[in-house]
C-alpha cells in the first residue's frame, strides 16, 4: 500500500480516539446542600513556559450578608499550565444553601517552569534543560496579590439537596508579565475567571483526574479514590464506562492508579466515570512532557519527561524537573480514551510505540520505584490541549487537516507549524461549526484538544483533534 495512504487509513481509524463523551445525570433526591469547584487553565504567555504552579490556599463565596463559607479544603497545589483546554476536579464541599454572588481566592508560592531550548535543527539535537523562578531565585516569581476578590456573572445558586459548581480558570497570559524583550520578569498579577455550571454543561466534565485507588466494591460497581491532594471520591461505574487497555472492573487493586474522566451524580455526588484508565498496578506514577527522545528516529532506548505530577508525591520523583526515562524493550503502550466500542484496544500500539515516540506528547509512566528509579512498565499517551493560530489558506477539505501554529511549549518543540487532523467525531466550539469555517485572510485563534501523534513516515508530529475552539481575540 502507498505509505501516505496508509497513514490515511491509520489516522481515518484514530476517528475512536478522539470521541468526547458526556456523561448522563440523576434525579436529585434529598442530600445535603453542596457545591463543587471545578479548575480549567489557560495557556502560559511565552513559548518555552512548561509550568505555572501556584498554592490556592483558600476558595470563599458569599452572599454579601452572612459570613463567607470555604468551598475548597485546606490548600490545593496546581499547575495550571497543563490544563489548557482541560478540567480536572479540585474538591466537592457541602455548603450551607443560598445565593452566593462573591468570590474570594487567596493564592501562594507561585512557580514558574521554562525550557531552554536550542534550535531543534542542531545535528545531532541536544537535550532541552529546565529552569524555574521561585521565591528564591533572580528574579524572583512573586505574586502582585495574594488575594482576589470576583463578582460572579451569574450567580452561584445552591439548592437544598442538590449540586452545583464553579469553574475556575486561571488566565496565565494576562497574569504572567513580561518585559519589552519578552522575558518573564517573574511578576504574577492573578487574573481569574469563575463561573457557576451545573453538573449537566460542559464545562462541569472531569477529563483529566488521576488518583489511587483506595477499595473496590464489585457488588456496588464502584470504587473509591484518593487524589493528590487528598482527598476521597467514590467513583460509580456502568455499562457505558469504558475501560482502557482491555482492563476491566476486576484488575482494580489497592495498588492500582488510575484516570478518570466523567461526570458528577447529582444524586450521589459521585464520579460517574466514562472512561477509567488503569495507569499502574505498581503503586507508582509519574505524567508531564516528552521534551527529548533518544535516538531521534527508530526504536527509542530513553527519553526525557518534564515530570508535571506524581503518585505518590514522596517518593523523591521530583515533579518540575526533567527525568531521564530508560526504555527497556519490556514497557507495553496505551493510547487513554483509546474507546474500545470503537477501535480494539490492542491495536493502540499501531498508533504508540517505542518508534512513535516524539517531543510534545503528554505521557505518562509508571512500573515499580525503587532507589530513586523507576522501571517502565506502562507508557501512556494522554490527550493536551495547545493555545496557537489557524494557518491562513491551510485548509484541505479533502485530507480534513489544516496547519495550526502552536504557541505553547509545546511550538518550541515541535519547530513550526504541525498538521492537525480532524475525524467526523471531532467537537467544534467558540462558534466553529465544522472544518469549512476554518477560513478568511486572518490568522483565527484557536485552541485545539487531542492527541500528539508521530508520522511514522515523515517522522513530523501531528494533532488528531478532539476539539477545534475559536477564542476570543
Not at 168 to 186: C, H, N, P, W, Y
Amino acid at each position: 500500500m502507498n505509505p501516505k495512504k496508509w497513514f490515511g487509513a491509520v489516522l481515518c481509524a484514530l476517528a475512536a480516539l478522539v470521541v468526547g463523551c458526556g456523561g448522563g445525570t440523576s434525579t436529585p433526591v434529598a442530600q445535603q446542600q453542596s457545591g463543587s469547584v471545578f479548575v480549567t487553565g489557560t495557556d502560559a504567555p511565552l513559548p518555552s513556559v512548561v509550568s505555572f504552579q501556584v498554592d490556592i490556599t483558600g476558595m470563599t463565596v458569599s452572599d454579601g450578608v452572612n459570613p463567607p463559607v470555604s468551598v475548597l479544603n485546606g490548600t490545593q497545589t496546581v499547575d495550571f499550565a497543563r490544563l489548557n483546554g482541560l478540567r480536572t476536579l479540585l474538591d466537592i464541599n457541602t455548603i450551607p444553601a443560598g445565593t452566593y454572588t462573591q468570590v474570594n481566592v487567596t493564592l501562594a508560592n507561585p512557580q514558574i517552569g521554562f525550557l531552554n531550548v536550542t534550535s531543534p535543527q542542531t545535528n545531532p539535537p541536544t537535550r532541552p534543560t529546565i529552569s524555574t523562578l521561585n521565591s528564591t531565585t533572580t528574579p524572583a516569581a512573586t505574586l502582585t496579590t495574594s488575594s482576589v476578590n470576583i463578582t460572579l456573572a451569574q450567580p452561584l445558586v445552591v439548592n437544598a439537596n442538590d449540586i452545583i459548581g464553579l469553574k475556575f480558570e486561571f488566565d496565565l497570559r494576562k497574569s504572567i508579565a513580561v518585559d519589552g524583550m519578552g522575558q518573564i520578569t517573574g511578576a504574577v498579577t492573578p487574573t481569574l475567571d469563575l463561573n457557576a455550571i451545573t453538573p449537566s454543561d460542559a464545562d462541569a466534565f472531569i477529563d483529566d483526574f488521576v488518583a489511587g485507588v483506595v477499595s473496590v466494591d464489585a457488588s456496588g460497581s464502584s470504587f473509591v479514590i484518593q487524589g493528590p491532594h487528598g482527598h476521597q471520591f467514590t467513583v460509580n461505574v456502568n455499562g457505558e464506562t469504558e475501560f482502557e487497555g482491555g482492563d476491566t472492573f476486576a484488575n482494580l487493586t489497592a495498588n492500582s492508579i488510575v484516570e478518570v474522566s466523567g461526570t458528577l451524580d447529582r444524586l450521589t455526588h459521585a464520579i460517574l466515570a466514562d472512561s477509567v484508565g488503569i495507569v499502574s498496578q505498581d503503586k507508582f506514577w509519574a505524567g508531564g512532557l516528552i521534551t527529548f527522545v533518544d535516538p531521534p528516529t527508530g526504536t527509542a532506548t530513553d527519553f526525557d519527561l518534564y515530570v508535571r505530577s506524581v503518585l505518590p508525591a514522596n517518593t523523591g520523583f521530583n515533579s518540575g524537573q526533567i527525568s531521564t526515562i530508560d526504555l527497556t524493550g519490556n514497557e507495553n503502550y496505551f493510547i487513554y480514551w483509546m474507546h474500545n466500542r470503537f477501535v480494539n484496544p490492542r491495536f493502540s500500539n499501531i498508533f504508540f510505540n517505542s518508534s512513535l515516540l516524539v517531543p510534545g506528547q503528554h505521557v505518562s509512566i509508571a512500573g515499580p520505584f525503587s532507589n530513586g528509579a523507576v522501571t517502565v512498565k506502562r507508557v501512556v499517551l494522554r490527550h493536551e490541549g495547545h493555545t496557537g493560530t489557524w494557518v491562513v489558506g491551510s485548509t484541505d477539505a479533502n485530507a480534513n487537516t489544516f496547519q495550526f501554529n502552536s504557541n505553547g511549549l509545546a511550538g518550541v518543540l515541535f519547530n513550526g507549524p504541525v498538521t492537525v487532523y480532524v475525524t467526523p467525531f471531532t467537537k467544534f466550539r467558540g462558534g466553529l461549526t465544522s472544518l469549512s469555517d476554518l477560513k478568511g485572510t486572518a490568522a483565527l485563534p484557536l485552541r485545539v484538544v487531542g492527541l500528539i501523534l508521530k508520522d511514522p513516515i515523515s517522522g513530523a508530529p501531528v494533532f488528531v483533534a478532539r476539539s477545534v475552539e475559536l477564542l476570543p481575540n
